[in-house]
């Protein structure tokens, strides 16, 4: 039954670019959301890698529940989020043996070039049915075998990141299945790691910690926690650890017509399946099968998102120009449209020097004007963007036998408002945009099902349509987008 007097929630959001500790305070209707702390993240260059400093982004989420404590609430759980893939290694009291390496540094390229081959992809997707891409865990632990085996050795513990995090706060060292799902070591038929490939490869089995499921009480904070942050005795939920499956979860959708984007630095599109899709089809078009609330499946395509502009701010930022987002979105609506096209998978485009410059060479390379300004910049990468969205949609049809009608935007990138029309010009669907901070949602929905405070996922969604406004968008006449994702298809990726 639903709670009738205020329930309070910390969600931990841990982003590429920021974390945010926000406070989710639910009256027995309506969800309302609260940024207490936000703070900076983002790969550290040392010693040609590219790290992240875990430690840094703890102290900071310890003071954003310092500051929720300060408020004297009853807080009635706590839970993080973050993104998949990357680990800490630890070995008896040692909670962090190396600065955890970033899913885009190089090494990993390499490692995942090295092992590909038909009979390996056939074994690994027969397993995971997991898409292949080198940021993936699997190509992580292939590197360190490969350059730090004895660092592998020695430690006798690897955690996500958001589990990372759990364990520091009450000390349980798990694998919540959301983000364990995405290592391409898990099987999603038995909900377990693949025994198969661990001894395949040849890693310590030690290293790989029980799985349980998303919306599990792992216990209290930790006495030294508690002093540390002036709460109490507070549970830490393990909801969905992994950002994209607390967004799925907060989507406000109903029926089964509808498939989801999560949009951000990463565009994540897909729908929900009630069992893992693996077959040779799934494999070939490189779609993966990733675990959702309750035991769903997130069947789902990764797609590099605004990760293309962010690079592209960055690199003007250093020349010296300054652009904020939502002035390289109006001058991209003033740009003119389907003018440069690129595909956005192209591996190229996956962690260049210079963004903008490998834009261009990919454009002259294949005959078209290249971008001059920042808006022409911000409308090629806008337009590539919703007409790749609108091939995945359709090829996710055919995979699925399943008609999708309405696409639900979620994330920040939901309130970039050219970018949603085009996606539904080029989609020729209803989008349907927000809530911005469904990844947070989605931690406190998943902290409230694991309380009891709220009955099923359909109830969660339910809260969520109620107390959020969104926006939806219609297909317009006017382009020739049949014509223009005839020529995006003959591109080269």
């Not at 919540?176 to 490869?201: C, G, M, V």
């Not at 989507?251 to 089964?256: F, I, K, M, W």
């Not at 099968?289 to 990764?302: A, H, M, Q, T, W």
Request: hydrophobic fraction near 45%; proline fraction near 6%; glycine fraction near 8%.
């Amino acid at each position: 039954m639903m709670s009738r007097l205020p329930s309070y929630h910390i969600a931990c959001d841990l982003g590429a670019e920021s974390g945010r500790v926000m406070l989710g305070t639910f009256d027995g209707q309506r969800l309302t959301l609260e940024e207490v702390h936000r703070f900076p993240n983002g790969p550290i260059r040392v010693c040609g890698s590219q790290r992240w400093d875990f430690l840094g982004f703890y102290r900071d989420i310890l003071h954003g529940l310092r500051l929720v404590a300060a408020r004297g609430l009853p807080i009635a759980s706590v839970g993080v989020d973050s993104w998949a893939i990357d680990y800490a290694l630890l070995r008896g009291h040692e909670p962090l043996l190396r600065a955890p390496c970033h899913y885009r540094d190089a090494r990993h390229e390499v490692a995942f070039r090295a092992v590909r081959n038909p009979e390996f992809e056939r074994l690994v997707f027969a397993e995971t049915g997991l898409q292949f891409m080198p940021i993936n865990t699997l190509y992580q632990l292939l590197a360190d075998q490969k350059q730090d085996a004895a660092l592998l050795d020695f430690a006798e513990r690897l955690l996500l990141t958001a589990d990372w995090i759990h364990y520091l706060l009450c000390g349980r060292a798990v694998a919540e299945a959301t983000n364990a799902s995405t290592t391409q070591l898990y099987d999603p038929r038995t909900h377990a790691w693949s025994e198969k490939l661990i001894a395949h490869f040849g890693f310590p089995r030690r290293l790989f910690p029980e799985i349980v499921p998303p919306g599990t009480v792992l216990g209290p904070l930790l006495p030294d926690v508690m002093s540390e942050t002036g709460l109490g005795a507070v549970p830490v939920v393990a909801g969905c650890t992994h950002d994209t499956a607390a967004a799925v979860a907060a989507v406000p959708a109903q029926g089964g017509d509808w498939a989801f984007l999560s949009s951000g630095t990463w565009s994540l599109i897909g729908v929900e399946l009630p069992a893992p899709l693996i077959n040779d089809a799934v494999r070939a078009a490189n779609f993966t099968n990733e675990v959702g609330y309750g035991g769903s499946i997130r069947f789902l395509k990764n797609i590099i998102g605004l990760w293309l502009l962010q690079e592209c701010r960055r690199i003007w930022a250093r020349d010296g120009h300054e652009h904020d987002y939502a002035t390289l979105t109006r001058l991209a609506a003033e740009a003119p449209p389907l003018r440069s096209l690129i595909q956005p998978n192209d591996p190229r485009f996956h962690c260049p020097a210079d963004m903008p410059a490998e834009i261009q060479r990919y454009c002259r390379e294949t005959g078209q004007p290249e971008p001059q300004t920042p808006g022409e910049y911000a409308r090629c990468i806008f337009d590539s963007l919703a007409l790749l969205y609108a091939a995945k949609l359709d090829e996710m049809e055919q995979l699925t036998g399943r008609r999708v009608r309405v696409l639900h935007i979620v994330g920040g990138g939901s309130k970039n408002e050219l970018l949603n029309q085009l996606a539904a010009d080029a989609t020729k669907r209803t989008v349907i945009a927000g809530p911005v901070e469904a990844t947070a949602l989605g931690n406190v929905l998943s902290q409230m099902l694991a309380l009891r405070l709220l009955p099923t996922l359909e109830a969660a969604r339910a809260v969520v349509r109620d107390s959020f406004i969104t926006t939806h968008y219609e297909p317009r006449a006017g382009v020739d987008w049949a014509a223009a994702r005839a020529r995006f298809g003959q591109l080269p990726a």
